[in-house]
């Protein structure tokens, strides 16, 4: 993680905790924990086509699923959900959310989950560098026989508002790329012994 991001990350935190104190700021960032992973698995019951029990998810992750219902009826062919990928040369690897065809264009898409509005991509900080790194296995990967041309980052609102969707071309996804081959060289050079 590049420092400015560890900065704003370490003063949102210190802010948090101001507010909430030491154990509220625990409790808080637990449940955000717990929401977006109740969120991510219910998506993947969804996309995989099981049904979703009346009753059985929390009312965040219902207004989550409202708020990208306008997305997943512009969704065809989906053909990959949460599912691994590895860039054997590179030496990394990580969980894609999908892969489907958003009006008919091949994407991977990353999935957000918000409780604020993010309606400009700078606002979902890394989620397109992760993205690029996700597409770059994703090519590399010969488990997987097709190629993707870029992504969408999709930012589901817990209180039921429209998700806010950032296309990111191939072009765009080349330059995010580079920033994370940054990264990546960054951690192995931190990590090697």
Not at 135 to 157: H, K, P, R
Not at 163 to 185: G, P, S, V
């Amino acid at each position: 993680m590049p420092d400015g991001s560890k900065a704003a990350l370490n003063r949102w935190r210190l802010n948090m905790i101001s507010k909430l104190g030491e154990e509220g700021f625990k409790e808080f960032y637990l449940d955000q924990l717990t929401k977006g992973k109740e969120f991510h698995k219910t998506l993947e019951k969804q996309l995989s086509g099981q049904a979703i029990p009346p009753g059985s998810i929390s009312m965040s992750t219902n207004e989550c699923l409202k708020s990208i219902d306008w997305v997943l009826r512009q969704l065809s062919e989906i053909s990959v959900v949460e599912s691994r990928v590895v860039h054997s040369k590179l030496g990394y690897r990580g969980v894609l959310d999908c892969v489907a065809k958003f009006r008919n264009k091949p994407v991977l898409i990353e999935w957000k989950r918000s409780d604020k509005p993010k309606p400009l991509l700078q606002s979902t900080y890394d989620a397109p560098i992760q993205l690029s790194a996700y597409v770059g296995a994703f090519n590399f990967d010969t488990n997987y026989n097709f190629q993707i041309e870029g992504g969408l980052v999709v930012v589901a609102y817990s209180n039921g508002a429209n998700a806010d969707i950032f296309h990111i071309t191939l072009e765009q996804c080349n330059q995010y790329w580079k920033l994370w081959l940054a990264r990546l060289k960054q951690y192995i050079s931190k990590t090697a012994i």
